[in-house]
């Protein structure tokens, strides 16, 4: 069984750079075929997808964030991260860090499989 375990900050500053971990287990994450996306959901809001790491390491961000992206793990131990720059309040959501076997790039947070219990992320001042 796939688990994942978000971590991060609770609190970031407007302007100061949002930096979450998952950890996985149950599964390696370069895994043939997995794909392993960070998903926000923002209070009120519909689910976003925000990018994948696939498990060759090859990285595909939303074209709404990837300025602001950074999507990158640690094979040595199996963890994925995720950077998201000059945060707004607007950024303020749970993330969620979840898993899929598919060999292509889905954005769609109802395909996913495997879910972390997400992380609320709130950008205050």
């Known amino acids: 069984q796939v688990q994942l375990q978000e971590s991060g900050p609770g609190l970031v500053k407007p302007s100061q750079t949002l930096s979450l971990t998952c950890a996985v287990s149950?599964?390696?994450?370069?895994?043939?075929?997995?794909?392993w996306s960070w998903i926000r959901q923002p209070p009120g809001k519909e689910m976003e997808w925000m990018g994948v790491?696939?498990?060759?390491?090859?990285?595909h961000s939303s074209p709404s964030l990837t300025s602001r992206t950074s999507i990158s793990r640690d094979t040595s131990k199996n963890r994925l991260f995720m950077q998201l720059n000059s945060v707004t309040p607007e950024d303020t959501a749970v993330y969620y860090c979840?898993?899929?076997?598919?060999?292509?790039?889905?954005?769609?947070?109802?395909?996913?499989?495997?879910w972390g219990q997400g992380t609320q992320v709130t950008v205050s001042s």
């Open positions: 979840a898993a899929l076997l598919s060999i292509y790039v889905v954005r769609g947070a109802d395909d996913y499989d495997y």
């Open positions: 149950g599964a390696s994450i370069t895994a043939s075929a997995f794909g």
């Open positions: 790491i696939k498990s060759d390491g090859t990285v």
